[in-house]
């Protein structure tokens, strides 16, 4: 699987949406939590993102540009930049076909918070979209948020159940990362990219989230990040 | 310049629907300007409780849910983002939760829009009602042009 773990977040929103970070902000928030990279996935724009990797490169953080489809009937992270789906063109009849063209384009697609509190609290949090979208997907936000959250449990419980019907999804952890402050007491986790490489670029952290390559942190101590695989 | 005006009513019934709003621009300008508002933004009726406590146990599972928790999801809001498309090209979206806003587009956009070459033509904005909780949301929004 690799002998090297990066740290990455990979949801994450600016105030290109509705995050409060500005793209440089949360560059510098990601280098000064440790992460070696972030996807921005500012809600249904990725106009935030030419901004974001520039100040990537300035402070030695990959930034992988990326968008979340945020639609009324579930949350979709997806990847790598290369895509240009309408998100308004994303329902519950048109899901798979959109996947696949994302992922022809080369991006990675995931499910972002699949069990979040729904509507009315969170228009699509909770995810609505035909199971058939599993075959489709290459990772799954198995921990998201807080990782105390109960939803997660769902969440977990969900991808235990794919993989072990032969679903070949990448684990992720999400933490939908929207400011710096965070809430007292909350923990948070985070995706590991493993590789043999001693360092990784865009195109290669996208092959490893694509082909399994993934771990995510998910029980945190005084910041100290215990692995579990999921 | 003004270009195109309405006020639209949206219902209930429009939850979980795109709202096309079709104009066009017929003289050369830099930029556009959009002012968007609608309202209520938050909903505060007798069953948002409720209804809040509904969503959380579609996900909480056997977990209990504390109603210090559902509470902190009140008041309930309305949320109805705003978009802008020429053609097939989707130029940007306003996602974001204030309910009055002024967007630019332009060679300098406004967060959440592309920098753009403002063209002759066929434009659209969309309302997208992702929550719509009140009987009547009313929404307004004025585009300008600007050499």
């Known amino acids: 699987m690799g002998k090297n773990k990066f740290k990455f977040e990979l949801h994450t929103h600016t105030v290109h949406s509705d995050g409060a970070f500005t793209p440089k902000e949360l560059v510098e928030s990601a280098k000064k939590h440790g992460y070696y990279g972030i996807a921005l996935t500012d809600h249904n724009t990725t106009s935030g993102c030419d901004s974001a990797v520039e100040w990537g490169k300035k402070l030695g953080v990959l930034v992988i540009p990326g968008i979340e489809w945020t639609t009324f009937y579930g949350h979709i992270v997806v990847l790598g930049g290369n895509s240009k789906v309408d998100w308004r063109k994303v329902n519950p009849d048109t899901v798979i076909e959109l996947i696949e063209e994302a992922r022809a384009a080369g991006d990675v697609v995931g499910l972002a918070h699949p069990y979040r509190v729904g509507y009315p609290v969170c228009t699509g949090g909770k995810n609505q979209f035909p199971k058939e979208i599993f075959e489709h997907l290459d990772f799954y936000e198995a921990v998201s948020g807080e990782i105390d959250d109960p939803s997660n449990l769902s969440a977990i419980l969900e991808y235990n159940e794919l993989k072990s019907r032969g679903y070949s999804l990448s684990a992720a952890y999400g933490r939908d990362w929207h400011k710096d402050a965070d809430k007292s007491g909350a923990k948070y986790g985070a995706t590991y990219l493993l590789s043999d490489k001693e360092k990784l670029n865009l195109t290669e952290a996208i092959e490893l989230i694509k082909s399994g390559c993934t771990l995510v942190g998910y029980r945190d101590t005084a910041n100290n990040i215990l692995e579990e695989k999921i | ?147």
Do not use: W
Not at chain 2, 53 to 75: N, Q, T
Not at chain 2, 130 to 139: G, T
């Open chain 2, 1 to 147: 310049m003004m270009i195109f005006a309405t006020t639209i009513e949206i219902g209930r019934e429009d939850c979980f629907k795109h709202i096309d709003l079709p104009f066009k621009v017929e003289a050369d300008y830099s930029r556009l300007i959009i002012k968007y508002s609608y309202s209520p933004k938050k909903y505060e009726g007798s069953d948002a409780f409720d209804l809040a406590l509904e969503a959380f146990k579609a996900v909480y599972g056997d977990a209990p849910i504390s109603e210090s928790d559902v509470l902190s999801e009140l008041p309930l809001n309305n949320h109805v983002t705003l978009s802008l498309s020429m053609g097939d090209e989707l130029i940007g979206t306003a996602h974001r939760h204030a309910n009055e806003m002024s967007i630019e587009v332009g060679g300098g956009s406004s967060v959440g829009f592309k920098p753009y070459i403002i063209k002759k033509g066929s434009y659209a904005i969309t309302l997208s009602c992702h929550a719509v909780l009140s009987e009547k949301i009313v929404a307004k929004v004025e585009v300008y042009g600007q050499e």
